[in-house]
């Protein structure tokens, strides 16, 4: 079913999570070690060894789902992003139930080096930008102190700052180019910039990986009052 979306100004939506950060952890790094040794399903040594250490996590992200592995964290954060999908489609008048949803998550190690203010040429956006009714989002591991900068409304837009808070999940329509900035920290067995990346879409959008649907709308705007 086509989306009737309603126009509205851009919003992030986020969730606190209680998550005991220190076993989410040493979960995804035990979960880097499976990426290493082709100890993870269609993901084979080769394919960690092409990348020389290029943000393995991250350029296999299309080979596996996050949401595929099984820790407490994992289905809380799901949990959070199910529940901030459902107040976002509220916001933009979308009907939840009739988009079948689909979500497809990676983690990050973010050890690059990068220029600092953060150059607009180091932004990207996912799912080809579109906007709502697709969604895009991360989770903080490890990420303080550390931001994320967003340009509202595309490339020429204006530039917004998202503190990033480690146990805090952050979901945006698509079409807000971001990008995370540099890391101070040199000692880079210190896993820093430990996120969780989401997205979420409709059905149909390819390729990804290992994909779960979400349906039933549930959400009550009296739980998260929103501004409109
Ligand atoms: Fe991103």
Same mark, same amino acid.
């Given at each position: 079913m086509s989306p009737v979306k309603i126009e509205k100004d851009h919003k992030f939506f986020d969730r606190f999570l209680d998550n005991d950060l220190k076993s989410l952890t040493s979960f995804l790094e035990n979960k880097m070690h499976g990426l290493e040794n082709g100890l993870i399903p269609n993901i084979t040594k080769e394919d960690f060894d092409v990348l020389e250490n290029r943000s393995p996590?991250?350029?296999?992200? &299309?080979?596996?789902?996050?949401? #595929?592995?099984?820790?407490?964290?994992?289905?809380?954060?799901?949990?959070?992003? &199910?529940?901030?999908?459902?107040?976002?489609?509220?916001?933009?008048?979308?009907?939840?139930? &009739?988009?079948?949803?689909?979500? #497809?998550?990676?983690?990050?190690?973010?050890?690059? #080096?990068?220029?600092?203010?953060?150059?607009?040429?180091?932004?990207?956006?996912?799912?080809?930008?579109k906007g709502a009714p697709d969604f895009h989002g991360y989770y903080c591991v490890n990420a303080e102190p550390s931001n994320t900068y967003y340009k509202i409304g595309g490339i020429d837009g204006e530039r917004f700052t998202n503190v990033n808070k480690n146990n805090r999940a952050v979901l945006s329509e698509t079409g807000h180019p971001h990008g995370i900035q540099s890391w101070n920290e040199k000692d880079f067995r210190i896993p820093r910039g430990l996120s969780i990346i989401f997205c979420v879409v409709r059905t149909g959008f390819e390729p990804v990986t290992f994909v779960f649907w979400f349906r039933k709308s549930d959400y009550s705007p009296t739980r998260y009052p929103c501004a409109t």
């Open positions: 996590a991250t350029n296999l992200g &299309s080979q596996y789902n996050i949401f #595929q592995f099984h820790h407490e964290g994992l289905h809380n954060i799901y949990r959070a992003v &199910s529940d901030m999908t459902k107040e976002a489609c509220w916001y933009y008048g979308i009907d939840f139930d &009739s988009q079948y949803y689909m979500i #497809q998550g990676w983690f990050n190690f973010d050890n690059y #080096q990068k220029p600092e203010p953060l150059p607009d040429d180091f932004l990207h956006d996912h799912l080809e930008g």
